[in-house]
C-alpha cells in the first residue's frame, strides 16, 4: 500500500489511481491538479492528460511535449485555489530533478474550466523564479 506520489499522505490506490485509470473523474480542482501530477510524475499517463485538457487548447499540445520521462519528480505544494461556478484558478509548485539531478522548481497558476460536470485544465501561466 503505497502512498500517492501527489502528496496527499492517501493512499495511491485511493487517491489518483481512480482517476489515472478512468474510473472516476476529478471532482475537484484540487482532484485534478493532483492527478494531473501524479500523471506526470508517474509517467505513462499520456492520454489522461490529453483527456484532462481543455478542448479549446488541447489541439496546441503535442504528445511529445507531455513526455516527462526524464524528470524525477519531488513534490507538489498547492499554494491556493479559487472556484467561482464553473471557472477556478490554482497556484501551485511542482518540484522536479533533471537527467543530471539538478533541482527545479515549476510555479505555475492554472486556469480550469468545469464543462458538463467535469473539469478541464485550460492554461496556465508561468511564475518567474528570480
Keep these: 500500500m503505497a502512498l500517492c506520489v501527489c502528496g496527499s499522505k492517501k493512499e495511491y490506490s485511493v487517491c489518483c489511481e481512480p482517476f489515472l485509470t478512468g474510473s472516476a473523474k476529478a471532482k475537484t480542482l484540487r482532484q ?11 509517467g505513462d499517463h499520456v492520454e489522461y492528460l490529453l483527456q484532462t485538457w481543455h478542448p479549446s487548447t488541447a489541439s496546441d499540445i503535442k504528445r511529445a511535449e ?37 533541482d527545479y522548481v515549476h510555479h505555475e497558476i492554472s486556469l480550469f474550466q ?17
Excluded at 524528470?71 to 472556484?83: A, N, R
Excluded at 468545469?114 to 528570480?130: A, F, I
Design 114 to 130: 468545469r464543462l458538463k460536470g467535469v473539469w478541464y485544465y485550460l492554461s496556465g501561466q508561468v511564475v518567474n523564479q528570480d
Design 32 to 42: 485534478l491538479v493532483r492527478s494531473r501530477y501524479a500523471a506526470y510524475a508517474i
Design 66 to 102: 507531455l513526455n516527462t520521462s526524464k524528470f524525477k519528480w519531488d513534490s507538489l505544494e498547492i499554494v491556493g485555489h479559487q472556484q467561482k461556478g464553473d471557472l477556478g484558478r490554482v497556484e501551485f509548485i511542482a518540484r522536479y530533478k533533471n537527467g543530471e539531478g539538478e
